[in-house]
């Protein structure tokens, strides 16, 4: 393409042109470019559907650059906006979606990696009375599902990498969602890598608009 494009987001780290900190394109206009060659790797060896490859481009400079690492994170579709927390208990943040599209919780489903850590929050859940769908990958296509509008999904939640958070931001700013998210170190070494990106409050919460502060273009 005729641009001067900055991976920003990018894939593994053995990647020849595709890593975070490479610089694409044949010269032009520059971008930020948050990109997954493939979005659910383990779904292609599985021969199942809905793996996707992802490329979102953003003014230079908007896009931010953040550790490869977990985030907790959150993302529901237009009709929710600006009515959850990632801060507060995942009941009341269940009922609040509930309430924004006139349901009752029992009808609202929510999608989870099925991953031991997220034992904790299926149990959270169950015991709201909201419905659970358990994927084996997809993070993103999660997200997506979740805001658009017929799926009969309303909420995507869970621990996932900071890659798949930058990706679903961009797609669901795109549709008029929303996402937070909030970086989930594991060890040590993650917070220092999450203070050399300038991160120094390990607990803060990511909004879209952190995320991807800017138009942006999603294929």
Known sequence: LPISGRVVIGAAEDAEQLAAGSTIGKGGEEFDLALDPLEGRAVVARGGTNAISMVAAAPRGSLPSLPDMYMRKMAVGPRARGRISLTQPVDEN?????????R??????????????????????????????LIQDGDVTASISAAVRGTNDHLAIGIGGTRQAVLAAAALRCLGGELQAQLWPTRRAEIAAAGEHGIDDIERVFTIDDLVPQQVIVA
């Open 94 to 102: 269940v009922r609040a979606i509930a309430d924004s599209f006139g």
């Open 104 to 133: 009752m919780v029992n009808d609202i489903t929510a999608i989870v990696l099925d991953r031991p850590r997220h034992h904790d929050l299926i149990e959270e859940i169950r015991a709201t009375g909201a419905r659970i769908k």
